[in-house]
């Protein structure tokens, strides 16, 4: 039963796992207790399908809940009890609490180095999830370090064509500028994973975003635009209105519009996810004080821009009557650019990204997931 609540959760199908998994948690603790083994197993698996649905302080209970409980009985070194570690720390990053989560993935970090080594796909893991963490600090110089050890281990292990690799290689092509090698790379990555997981399978879709945010990285935002639209009818479809990836993309979209010069439409859509994010993320939650402010800015603009064409039709109407010229007509002067900085490719999309790490399942959020499975 607990193997068709995995085939659920990888196919992304997230509150059918969790009721697979909740019924396998209950019927475990009713027979082997709530210290047993496999019973910690599933209650770290149900905390993974809550997390990936956005629940996150649920998440972060229950994980305190079973670190406390695995170790007690496996020991704080016990590579389960580490995979709940880093389950816990991906539920305070997703709610933005930056220093808990570091101090929680150092201490990760630092004993599957000792116990797993440099080169195992955790330790890597892990090493990725420090890295997007750093860069939420605004650590760039500890981030690049710890992304080019990753992706010259991952080379030396795994092999430059392993999907592993490449994605990290799409991602610091991009933070490093070169994004042409970056699109290109991004378009094989894209290709594989629609020929192997289907063109609307989650995984292929954040490929397909990063693709997109490529486009917007080099001002091609007719291209970008052309991805996001269908990206983001998709993420609605298959992940819900209300899911953080699904808001991530209705920013980016509304990025990507207001660089179009396209401000009501954005300003729109960005009220949407604001609205949103409120009540999902609450108001002290960075994204959504991100979204309020970036909202409120736009909003000025729109202003702005409305006072300014108010302005030209009224100096039209003085003009052709002999009143004095538009240069005796004042208004507020701002600086509307609408040439965006993207955010970095590591954590520009909610960190719902997995990988089986033992035999729980533990997020990883620091690269684009690329594997197959």
């Known amino acids: 039963m607990e193997d068709l609540g995995l085939i659920f959760w990888k196919q992304w199908r997230s509150k059918e796992a969790e009721i697979i998994h909740a019924q396998v948690f209950e019927n475990r603790k009713k027979i082997l207790g709530l210290r047993h083994h496999d019973t910690l197993m599933s ?23 079973v670190v406390g409980l695995q170790k007690d009985v496996l020991g704080a070194e016990h590579p389960d009890t580490l995979t709940s570690i880093t389950n816990l720390a991906s539920s305070l990053y997703d709610q933005g609490r930056w220093k808990e989560t570091e101090e929680l993935e150092i201490q990760v970090l630092e004993l599957e180095k000792s116990i797993l080594g440099v080169e195992h796909p955790d330790t890597l893991i892990s090493m990725a999830n420090l890295a997007a963490t750093f860069w939420k600090q605004g650590r760039w110089k500890e981030t690049e370090e710890l992304e080019v050890q990753v992706l010259e281990t991952q080379k030396n292990v795994l092999g430059v064509e392993h999907p592993s690799t490449l994605g990290t290689m799409v991602s610091t092509f991009r933070s490093r500028g070169r994004y042409q090698e970056a699109e290109q790379l991004g378009i094989v990555v894209l290709n594989l994973k629609k020929k192997v997981l289907g063109e609307g399978h989650p995984k292929t879709l954040i490929s397909l975003e990063h693709l997109g945010l490529t486009f917007g990285n ?62 999902c993320l609450g108001e002290d939650h960075p994204d959504t004080a ?63 990204l997995s990988s089986l790490k033992a035999s729980n399942i533990a997020t990883n959020r620091g690269q684009d997931d690329d594997d197959f499975d």
């Open 218 to 279: 080099q001002g091609r935002w007719k291209e970008a635009e052309a991805l996001e639209v269908p990206l983001l009818e998709s993420s609605k479809a298959i992940l819900g209105v209300e899911h953080p990836l699904t808001l991530k993309r209705m920013q980016n979209l509304a990025r990507t519009w207001k660089s179009q010069d396209r401000l009501k439409d954005a300003v729109a859509m960005l009220k949407q996810c604001g609205k949103l994010r409120t009540s």
């Open 43 to 65: 209650m770290s698996n149900l905390t993974v399908v809550i997390l990936d649905q956005g629940r996150f302080k649920e998440a972060e209970e229950l994980s305190i809940q």
């Open 290 to 352: 991100e979204t309020l402010s970036e909202l409120s800015s736009w909003k000025q603009e729109l202003s702005d821009h409305s006072l300014l064409r108010t302005c030209s039709l009224e100096v039209n109407k003085s003009s052709s009557e002999g009143e004095p010229s538009h240069n005796d007509c004042y208004f507020p002067t701002r600086n509307v650019s609408h040439l965006f900085k993207l955010s970095n490719p590591l954590v520009g999309f909610h960190p719902i």
